[in-house]
C-alpha cells in the first residue's frame, strides 16, 4: 500500500500483499464509496445510484473514493474543493471521461494523481485495438522492435495540461510492477483499489 498527502488531500494505492478488507476498516472517514465500473464515461455525485459509473465526486470532507483497476488508469483531481476519482482505461479516454472530469471544474484545477497503469514500456496493442483511435491519436503509438505500443500515461498528460496546474504521476506500469494487479498479466478477478479523501 502506498499513503500519498498532499494538503488535505489523502489517496491509497494497495498492492498484491495488502488486506483491503482491513484497510478499508481503519479508514478515519465516514463512508467509502465505490461505484460500479463499466468502461463508461459516466461521472456521478457520490449520493447517486453509482449502477454503470466509472467516475464519482464530493464537495463533503471525509467521504472517501474508491476506483479498482489492474492495467486501467485511475486519475484523481481536486482543487481542495471539490475532489473526483475516475477510471480512465482505454474506452473511457477515447470516450471523453477525462474531459467530463474537467467540465466538473469551472477553473484551473489545482491537482491530479495517476495511479499506477499500463505504460508504454508494456502496453503492446495489436491492429484491434489501433482500430478504435481517430487520426489524432495515433501519435500516442509508439514503434519499439517492430511492436506497437500505447503511451496511456501521454494521452492522459495531454488532456490534462491545460486545465491543472500540478501533475502527480507515480510513473509506475501495472504490467512490469510485481507487486501491482495486472489484467494483462493474467489477474483477471484481482484489483488495485485507489481511494482518495479530502480531510477538514
Ligand atoms: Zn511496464
Redesign the pocket.
Known amino acids: 500500500m502506498k499513503h500519498f498527502k498532499f494538503n488535505n488531500l489523502n489517496i491509497i494505492y494497495t498492492e498484491k500483499d495488502d488486506n483491503v478488507k482491513k484497510l478499508l476498516k481503519s479508514l478515519p472517514v465516514k463512508h467509502i464509496i465505490l461505484p460500479k465500473q463499466t468502461h463508461s464515461n459516466n461521472i456521478k455525485e457520490y449520493t447517486c445510484n453509482l449502477d454503470n459509473c466509472d467516475g464519482i465526486y464530493t464537495t463533503e470532507k471525509n467521504i472517501a473514493l474508491g476506483i479498482k483497476t489492474a492495467d486501467c488508469g485511475a486519475i484523481v483531481l481536486t482543487d481542495y474543493e471539490k475532489l473526483t476519482i475516475i477510471h480512465a482505461g482505454w474506452r473511457g479516454i477515447l470516450s471523453g471521461i477525462i474531459e467530463n472530469a474537467l467540465d466538473l471544474f469551472e477553473d484551473e484545477i489545482d491537482f491530479a494523481f495517476l495511479a499506477p497503469f499500463?505504460?508504454?514500456?508494456?502496453?503492446e496493442v495489436k491492429e484491434d485495438f489501433i482500430k478504435n483511435l481517430r487520426k489524432e491519436e495515433f501519435l500516442y503509438l509508439k514503434n519499439k522492435n517492430s511492436k506497437i505500443y500505447f503511451s496511456m500515461e501521454d494521452i492522459i498528460k495531454d488532456k490534462l495540461k491545460n486545465r491543472v496546474k500540478t501533475i502527480y504521476d507515480t510513473e509506475k506500469?501495472?504490467?512490469?510492477?510485481k507487486n501491482l494487479f495486472s489484467y494483462r498479466k493474467g489477474d483477471i478477478k484481482d484489483r488495485m483499489l485507489t481511494i482518495a479523501w479530502l480531510e477538514d
Not at 499500463?118 to 502496453?123: E, G, I, K
Not at 506500469?173 to 510492477?177: F, K, L, P, R
Open positions: 499500463a505504460r508504454s514500456c508494456c502496453y506500469c501495472t504490467i512490469c510492477n
